[in-house]
């Protein structure tokens, strides 16, 4: 019987050692979060959402989409911004192309908390190139990349009308966990003990000379599976939010849908209480800047190869802080999600 095999049959003691404490033993290490709030800003969601827009505009930093996140009843309000910085790419020109991930910059503006204030947050560039960038001979220098990228957008957030904050927000995990992450103490089995690189699951591959084709025809697929991608009972409809190429040789698709929005929302917001009221009851709108979901197109030389996320490996990375026992009860969601996007990938492109 392998490791993993043994570390499966014992999920139930896993989540008995959670019950009784192990997350609380880990806190003396938690530093940075995946996510940090920028802004409560001080207008109304559509002021905060026009002001910063005009701030991007002015700004060094690339737009490439906007994804407005279905909260469960639209009693909340989201929107998700994708963009890069040139600056930061031009320092990571010489990484792998299968780092990609690092590059993709995500500011969320979403309704919270007491009165439904206005918020902005990002994914936090400096904890993610800790993922991403971890055994890389230029770590320190990624690292210094990253934060002037978070200031980069920090500075187009501060011409938003509010107060500015800072505040890290969960998940928290010290340096070494983001370095090595693979997933979180007992769960760690959910998501096979793989790390950023092994989670990137290939769909499919094909040759280097056919890298732009390949991007076309994942392009194609996902499009063709986008009708109904608005319902949120629907998990095998695809949108896609963004084709963003980063250097010569990945391509970054970000999709969502409805049904992975509220999922991700609803299953967040169910065991925390902090900035839960009655008419705002999704605290886990703060994640926003999880989404959209991610699909890579990276020649490397060798092949092309068409990946996702392991999406429980990601779903971790991103949501730890929704809490064991809400894992352990949507163990099936991760999966479904997977299965939805290898389905749309490969319904119109032959796997080679």
Known sequence: MTIKSIARSGAVFGLAL???GWGANALASEKYGVFERILEASGTFAQTTQALEKSIAASHLVLHATDNIAVPHNIQQA?????????????????PPNTISAQILRVAVYTYGPGKKTMIDMANPVALAMVYYAKSKEYPQMI???KAASQEITNVVDKVPGTPVSEQLPPMRSEST???FDGDGPAKMMADWDNWRESQDTVYKAKPENFAATVAKVAAALN??????NNPDNSSAWHVVAQVPVGQNA???????????????????QFRSRGKTKDAPYPGVDHAPALPLEVLVINNGKHVQVAQYGEMWRMQLYFWDSGY???????????????????????????K
């Open 325 to 351: 026992l809400a894992f352990a009860t949507n163990t099936l969601i991760p999966s479904t999600i997977y299965g939805s996007i290898k389905n749309a990938l490969t319904a119109t492109v032959a796997s």
């Open 178 to 180: 983001l370095n090595s």
């Open 18 to 20: 959670a019950m009784m």
């Open 224 to 229: 063709a599976s986008s009708n109904d991608a």
């Open 144 to 146: 210094a990349a990253a």
């Open 251 to 269: 391509v970054w698709f970000g999709i969502d849908n409805a049904y992975t929005q509220n999922k991700c929302v609803r299953i967040n917001s």
């Open 79 to 95: 929107r998700v911004y994708i963009l890069t910085s040139p600056t930061y790419e031009n320092a990571a020109a010489s990484m």
